[in-house]
């Protein structure tokens, strides 16, 4: 065993001892919640890791793609509001027809009048009256949709899908997005990129903050499904309080008193329902992060993973053996 292995599981351990003062010392919920986050940071570092540690791309624009994520929570999950979409929905659907629209013109019009001198002006052109149509839509839209009971809703909901799916469309969300920026920002290098995508990350994290019709913005969304029980539905299932009665049967036997003893079951039901969610909670998390290790592991022997390496470790050797870099 090397020293680097030793330092690993030396590492570990010192968690593991940690979590175990936190469970004994104080409570296992907590140690449960600071594992769920670490597992979560976990996820988080290894697409940071395939950033820089594969293709030495320095982006601190992490919590952009975050943020993406809780919005498509939202969208996947919340039932839609019927009420919203009756009085805005149809003004939303337009200005997003525009926007695409004005996004094929300018296309097309920098194709058409490419060796014209005054394309740049006619392109300028065409976005201000595509501005000019989409708001005239968009404007009217998003105050009818916000005005719709804003203290519950005020925004248009989403597919009142089963939360679970909202993983694989955050991550379809977050892909798309990073191509986009892929497409602008990799031609910069060192702290211009760091800047750029600081940037992009806080351009979408405003967005998401002030167009409260698309996610009620800094408000809170309730009622969205947990892909887990509910503590209070554990509290009341028969299979659930045997288990925890079974599994506390020497302490409660050795209590004499029927109403102490019924007192005490409540009490441990309580606390064995939040524990139990929280495991759920850990395994989910747990098949979630050996999974993507396992595709990062993939990607890194893969061909792919040897171009980025090399175009890491040398942009210039790389290209000149023909690497698209």
């Known amino acids: 065993m090397n020293k680097a292995n030793r330092n690993e599981i030396l590492a570990i351990g010192v968690m593991v001892l940690l979590f175990l003062l936190v469970g004994f010392g104080q409570s296992w919920s907590l140690s449960l919640s600071i594992l769920n986050m670490c597992i979560i940071s976990a996820v988080m570092a290894l697409g940071i890791n395939i950033q820089w540690g594969y293709a030495g791309i320095f982006n601190v624009g992490i919590m952009g793609f975050t943020a993406l994520g809780g919005l498509a929570a939202v969208l996947v999950s919340y039932s839609p509001v019927h ?73 248009l909901g989403g597919l009142g899908l089963p939360i679970i799916f909202s993983w694989i469309v955050g991550g379809i969300f977050a892909a798309a997005v990073a191509f986009v920026i892929g497409k602008v920002a990799l031609g910069l290098r060192s702290d211009y990129l760091a800047i750029a995508t600081l940037g992009i990350s806080e351009i979408i994290i405003a967005v998401l903050k002030h167009e409260d019709w698309l996610s009620r913005g800094v408000k809170n969304v309730i009622g969205l499904k947990r892909p887990v029980p509910y503590e209070i539905d554990l509290q009341k299932t028969d299979w659930f309080i045997s288990l925890v009665t079974y599994i506390n049967s020497s302490k409660l036997s050795a209590i004499s008193d029927s109403l102490e003893s ?64």
């Open 83 to 155: 009420e919203a979409w009756k009085v805005g929905g149809l003004g939303m659907i337009i200005s997003l027809f525009l926007l695409i629209l004005t996004i094929v013109a300018v296309y097309f019009l920098n194709r058409i009048f490419n060796k014209n001198k005054y394309k740049y002006w006619i392109i300028a052109l065409a976005v201000i009256i595509g501005l000019l149509l989409i708001n005239a839509f968009y404007r009217p839209a998003v105050i009818a949709i916000e005005n719709v009971n804003p203290a519950v809703t005020g925004f």
């Open 262 to 325: 019924e007192k005490i079951l409540n009490q441990l039901v309580i606390d064995s329902s939040t524990i139990f969610v929280k495991l759920c909670y850990m395994i989910l998390f747990t098949l979630v992060l050996l999974f993507i290790l396992y595709l990062a592991n993939k990607a890194q022997i893969s061909p792919w993973g040897r171009m980025m390496r090399a175009i890491r470790d040398n942009e210039v050797s790389a290209n000149a053996m023909g690497k698209d870099v």
